[in-house]
């Protein structure tokens, strides 16, 4: 009994950077034992839905021929494709940075596929010459909810994806 205590309270206090350490290490054990990106980018996304209670939805949108596809994702039916060269999505390939949306009703040309989604992260994923194949795309039913150490806790996981 003593020993649940302490491990509940542990994981309770747990920093968000510890956190992210501990998703990278699990996820990086589950990844090295699939060959495909699609199971890869399903696997990302059931973690980090389940174990991130701000994230309201999450999902991959793929590049074809400047369009933006669906691809694997977790929470409400989304927008199955992307136009460009609107969104946030576009916005992050096109600047070739992580885009962090505090408000998403402030944000020039979003694309609302679900009214309820209040903020957004956007991490483009790079290929083996550097080149943007796909974006992690993350909503959040609360204003200001991603920062830095989202940022960067996520960023680190994606790049464990191999395409």
């Known amino acids: 009994m003593g020993y649940f205590f302490l491990y509940s309270c542990m994981k309770k206090y747990q920093s968000k ?5 501990r998703l990278y290490n699990q996820l990086s054990l589950l990844l090295d034992k699939s060959p495909s990106v699609q199971a890869q980018m399903a696997t990302v996304n059931a973690i980090l839905y ?10 991959f949108y793929i590049i074809n021929n400047k369009i933006l596809t669906v691809g694997p994702y977790q929470g409400p039916l989304a927008c199955q494709i992307l136009d460009y060269p609107s969104g946030a999505c576009w916005y992050s390939i096109l600047n070739k940075k992580i885009v962090n949306i505090p408000d998403v ?12 989604s209040k903020s957004e992260l956007v991490i483009p994923l790079l290929d083996n010459s550097n080149n943007i194949y796909a974006v992690l795309d993350i909503d959040s039913d609360k204003l200001n909810a991603f920062d830095i150490v989202d940022e960067k806790g996520i960023s680190e996981i994606v790049k464990l994806i191999r395409s």
């Open 17 to 21: 950077t510890d956190k992210y350490k």
């Open 105 to 116: 009703s402030k944000f020039p040309g979003h694309i609302p596929c679900d009214s309820r």
């Open 50 to 59: 389940y174990k991130i209670d701000y994230i309201f939805w999450i999902g």
